[in-house]
Nanobody
Framework: QVQLVESGGGLVQPGGSLRLSCAAS????????MGWYRQAPGKERELVAA???????NYAGSVRGRFTISRDNAKNTVYLQMNSLKPEDTAVYYC??????????????WGQGTLVTVSS
């Protein structure tokens, strides 16, 4: 009943930029938190950035100062602006949302993942 649709991943050179987008749709009453996680080969999935509806955000130390998360509450959409990309940023990036449905149930929903490759 609730889906996340991601876009913006791809191949970029070191030092370049990408902008990821993720839109939640379905039987949504309120989207509490939206964020981005990533998983590189051989590593655990880790939080990249998250943002609550009021605008408070949290970042992994490895991306702080380079990445910026934002959201459009009216569109249930979250963005991740990724600047000064490094090869170690290469990973599958997953959108995540914590949602209250129209029936007032709580859901945590994941996107399908989008691959970001930083390489020369």
């Amino acid at each position: 009943q609730v889906q996340l649709v991601e876009s913006g991943g791809g191949l970029v050179q070191p030092g370049g930029s990408l902008r990821l987008s993720c839109a939640a749709s379905g039987d949504i009453f309120f989207t509490v938190t939206m964020g981005w996680y990533r998983q590189a080969p051989g590593k655990e999935r880790e939080l990249v950035a998250a943002i609550i509806s009021g605008g408070t955000s949290n970042y992994a130390g490895s991306v702080r100062g380079r990445f910026t998360i934002s959201r459009d509450n009216a569109k249930n959409t979250v963005y991740l602006q990724m600047n000064s990309l490094k090869p170690e940023d290469t990973a599958v990036y997953y959108c995540n949302a914590k949602i209250v449905t129209v029936t007032h149930t709580n859901l945590e929903v994941w996107g399908q993942g989008t691959l970001v490759t930083v390489s020369s």
